[in-house]
């Protein structure tokens, strides 16, 4: 060996030299011990460009609403009102209501479980997001004001139910949380009696409700026809987030615990685990209705969503899984790597499994909100016509 | 990487203090001066620093090439230390910081930590060091990591300016294996570095 042949002290400090290289690999394997599985340069081959996005910030909602009564048209709301007509998909603009001061929409809600619905939203001034402005329908091309709201009530958000729309008025505060107090909309007509009084709901985007039920953070309420009941018997042990229900009705309840579905309006219950990134932020159903796919809960998190498989009036499976991880899954097995280096790094606040997707002709499509600094907005997968996981452009 | 920091300066200052050797004092020879010019002694060291583009060149697969890296150029920094052992064999150590944007807007980050064994043919002033460094890197995607051995031959030519300092360019072609589990996803990545940047001989 060369060094060896090296006279002297300078031969001790080349071999040190060369321990002192070893033990730098050494200590660097022992720093960054742990190898995640996940192959990164096999991961990297999967990356798309991604598109231009038109649909930023923060999407409340989205669901199909047919306010003209001619045909489904797919509504969101991300501050502003957005929809894709029948024929088009790409999202465009729709005309705010004419008022002496800006507009913004903070939540939007329609009156069906089957996508056939009126379209209602709430309006608070620009300036401030915070002032409560009105509740108008939309007919398609015009906006019209529900009638016999009181003069200085305050509404923080309006909800999506069946027969009516779910209107949340805050009454009063604890601590820095707000309470509210349920009221309905049923056609134009707000019908100002009280129908619950939810307490303060943490940091979620609480009060929420879907079809016949409503959900605090503590409480699952049920329309019994005339007002709301108390449920119990979900097995909850954790918080409430948020509340879905499918076509039939069916209740499908996301709480810090689990997701508690019931398909006997609310006599009895199962409960499921997922497994995603906490704070859990949202709950979807997607319904593929072919009688022999397989349907899907969609529960998304601080870092991507996962998905609960089984069947939409039937039974579910107890535990998540990631998607596309297996050939029954939301996405192909070829999207997951995809998914892997996009969707799952970033937080989705709420994610949305929507059916006969007319606009692009897949039989479903996917939509996730992203609240992210570099990646915000409104990301969606279609399974036929772009496999993958993009921005919406 | 606050930690990865540390690390880094540590190993260097461990490599450094190795070499580190006294020129006066009892034992020391007395200054003989010579008639003839060389441009290396057994025994000069120098620290280089190196920046410059990093090219990914393509990942060989389980099933062949795959030009379509998904990887932008990105960019690397190199900070070594070498010392010759004899007129023309160098031995010393490198780091490199090393980075790739990818089509997804990610980045991949590198850091491999070499030893490097350098042969140094002189023409004048005129040096041409070929290199081969062999170490580890770790790698960082998102948040995926991995630690990988690491190889890079190099080439370049510098321009002895006087004494001290040397300036020149260098083109080093890195190898970064990735084995996993399942051997589908294995993956060695080949980059190429073109740099520039100066030595600093004392």
Known sequence: MRISRINGRKNNRYIFTLIAALSTSVAALALFGGCSVTPIFATIETEIPLATPTVLGKISELFWANPSASARELYLTNGKLKRKTATSNSWADVPLPASTTALRVTSIATDTLDGNGSLYALFVNESDWTVFNSIQRFDGSAWTPVTGIPEGTSIGKIGSGNGRIYVFVKTGSSGSKLIYSVSTVTGTVYDAASLATLQPSGNVDLPASSGDYVVSSDTVFHWNGSGLTTLTGTGNTGTYISVTTDVSGNPYVLSTSGVYVSNDAGTTWTSHGYSVSSPVQSISVLDQTSATATDFILVSGLTGYCEITGTVGGTWAASSQVPGISATSSISTSANAQYTSSLALYCVDRIFGVTNHTPSGDTYVIYASVRNDTFDGLWGYYPETRANWNRES | ?202
């Not at chain 2, 060149?57 to 150029?73: E, H, K, Q, S, V």
């Not at chain 2, 990105?74 to 007129?87: C, D, E, H, P, R």
Request: glycine share 10%; aromatic share 16%.
């Open chain 2, 1 to 202: 990487m606050k930690r990865s920091i540390i690390f880094i300066c540590m190993a260097l200052i461990c490599v450094s203090a190795s070499f580190a050797q006294p020129k006066t004092g009892k034992g020391s020879k007395p200054h003989v001066a010579t008639k003839e010019y060389e441009a290396i002694r057994k025994g000069d060291q120098f620290i280089n620093i190196m920046g410059g583009p990093l090219f990914p060149m393509f990942t060989m697969t389980p099933n062949g090439l795959n030009t379509d890296t998904r990887m932008n150029i990105g960019g690397t920094l190199n900070i070594g230390y070498s010392t010759f052992l004899t007129k023309e064999f160098a031995l010393g150590g490198m780091v490199n910081f090393s980075f790739n944007s990818t089509t997804g807007q990610n980045i991949f980050f590198f850091l491999p930590v070499y030893l490097q064994a350098t042969y140094e043919f002189s023409i004048s002033r005129i040096h041409i060091p070929v290199s081969l460094c062999a170490g580890g890197a770790f790698q960082t995607y998102n948040s995926f990591n991995y630690f990988s051995p690491a190889v890079k031959p190099e080439i370049g030519v510098f321009y002895q300016y006087n004494s001290d300092w040397s300036f020149g360019i260098d083109a080093g072609w890195t190898l970064l294996p990735q084995w996993y589990a399942d051997e589908s996803k294995n993956r060695v990545g080949n980059f190429l570095s073109l740099t520039a940047g100066f030595r600093y001989h004392f």
